[in-house]
């Protein structure tokens, strides 16, 4: 990806020639910084926090995490579908050796 393509998307309403429908590319692009900003949130949240609190709400914003990091992902490989084309495929299968 060329450096600066996120500040690109962040900022610009108009697409570079050649680009996918650049209000998907931006909205998408949207959704995966909330994720960081949850990301950044439960680390200063937990990282200096006393065991009591911790109990309480742990298991729920560690729920939470997982979900926007799941959709983190899925989000990611949309971006760069729309950004390579649609003759490209992202495989589905992983392999444990």
């Not at 950044?40 to 949240?45: A, C, I, L, N, W």
């Not at 742990?58 to 390579?84: F, H, K, Y």
Request: glycine share 4%; net charge negative.
């Amino acid at each position: 990806m060329p450096r600066g393509i996120s500040a690109s998307i962040r900022k610009s309403p108009r697409a570079p020639s050649g680009a996918a429908p650049w209000s998907r590319l931006r909205a998408t692009y949207l959704r995966i910084a909330r994720s960081t900003e949850l990301a950044v949130e439960f680390t200063e949240r937990y990282e200096n926090a006393e065991p009591e609190p911790l109990e309480k709400k742990l298991a729920n914003d560690l729920s939470l995490l997982g979900e926007a990091v799941t959709t983190r992902i899925e989000l990611q490989d949309q971006l760069i579908l729309s950004m390579l084309g649609t003759e490209y495929e992202i495989s589905q299968t992983t392999t444990v050796n």
